[in-house]
Structures are given as structure tokens and as C-alpha cells.
């Protein structure tokens, strides 16, 4: 397995394994109400451009994960991990999260996720992140935003 650098051309694949990967958060959550259940691919496509993205590849070429950052005002956003069905539980989300941290060792990341997503706060409390705010959507749902 390795991680490199997402390609414009991979956005078809990310769609997709997006889709199959949030389906679960959104079954966690009792909501469809998932921002990235609501991206369509085109929209995916046209912000491709505004992330560096990080595809997870198994030995045969196959996109099995993915994580997203950039450069916001004081700190690294991070966005969109993503690991598929089959691999999960094995560690691979935990080594997409550390990439980022070789990629801005110094600078001070931050995330979100719905606050009913239990097993998402636990992973990114392992990883060092530590909830600082939480915000409540018109959609009723709740997230929590984590920094560290």
C-alpha cells in the first residue's frame, strides 16, 4: 500500500468511493444529511483544484482511501477521510491522518465531524485532535470541530 498525490483524473474514483464511504456515516448518524452524501461529482471535480488530496492505494492500484488539506487562515483544514468498507479497522485511516502531520509538521490542523460519529471522535482523539467548538446545522445535525 502507499499514499501519493490524487490526480484530476482520479476525481471518478474518489467520487465513488466517497459515496460508498460516507453511506455508513450517514447510517451512524440516522441522517442522509452528510455533506459529502450531498457533493455531487462535478462539484467534487471543480474543487478538486482547492485541496491537496491523498489517495490510499492497495498493491494492485486500487484507490482504497483518501484524505484532503489545505492551507486555511492559521491552520491546515482537513477534509474528506475516507477509508472503503473492506479495509476498515486496520489502521489505514490513522496512516492518512499521520501523512498530514509529515506534510505540516508544525502547523495546526483541524477537522470536523457529526457529533454523533463516535468512532470518527475516538480515531481523531488517538491522532491528538481535541474538540474545541461544536456548531449546529438547520438540518438539525451537530458537528464538532477538533484541532490539534
Known sequence: MRIIPADIKDVPKLYQLQLLAFESEAAM??????PALQETEEEARRDFANWDT????DDDGTIIGAIRCRQDTGFIDVGRLMIHP???RCGLAQKLLAEVDVLYPDAVKELYTCTKSWSNIKLYEKMGYRAYKEHREDSGLSFVYMRK
Open 54 to 57: 491523498f489517495k490510499l492505494e
Open 86 to 88: 473492506d479495509y476498515r
Open 29 to 34: 448518524i440516522g441522517s442522509r444529511d452528510v
